[in-house]
């Protein structure tokens, strides 16, 4: 059906990341790829000032180190990537970058905040060049 998947992963919430990649699996073609993509989020200068030095490269090492035991459960042609900035905005662009056909996002139930700001899923799906499976 899909030759190129992103799966966004959130890291934090194991079990649904776990579920989309058996969705994403039974999705993909034969030969298709399947690219875990994981975000790790900014923290403020103000915060990281108050923080060790080598704080982002260790939780990039971290997230690395975990996706890349997600990706070895996928058979076949499965590559994880992490990347840093706005999680949306780094979905999206990581669909663009590596042409993606269907980006794949877990979403919570939307609580009272993200009807005012919205959630990531919100936004993915909002400005995606491609179609979006959203689980839930």
């Known amino acids: 059906m899909y030759k ?8 934090s919430h194991g079990e649904a990341g776990k579920e989309l990649i058996d969705r994403a699996k039974s ?6 790829t399947i690219r875990l993509v994981h ?7 103000y915060i990281a000032a108050e923080l060790p030095r080598d704080l982002n490269a260790r939780r990039q090492a971290e997230a690395k180190v975990e996706l890349g035991l997600l990706a070895k459960e996928v058979s076949g042609n499965a590559t994880a ?3 840093t900035g ?4 780094q979905i999206l662009q990581a669909a663009e970058d590596h042409g993606a056909d269907l980006i794949m996002i877990a979403s919570h139930r939307p609580g009272l ?7 990531t ?16």
Do not use: K, T
């Open 4 to 11: 190129n998947i992103i799966v966004a992963i959130d890291l």
């Open 27 to 32: 999705l993909v073609d034969e030969g298709g």
């Open 39 to 45: 975000v790790l989020e900014d923290v403020p200068s």
């Open 81 to 83: 990537e992490v990347r």
């Open 86 to 89: 706005a999680p949306a905005s």
């Open 113 to 119: 905040s993200d009807y005012f700001i919205g959630s």
């Open 121 to 136: 899923a919100a936004r993915v799906v909002r400005h995606s060049q491609c179609s979006v499976l959203i689980a839930r």
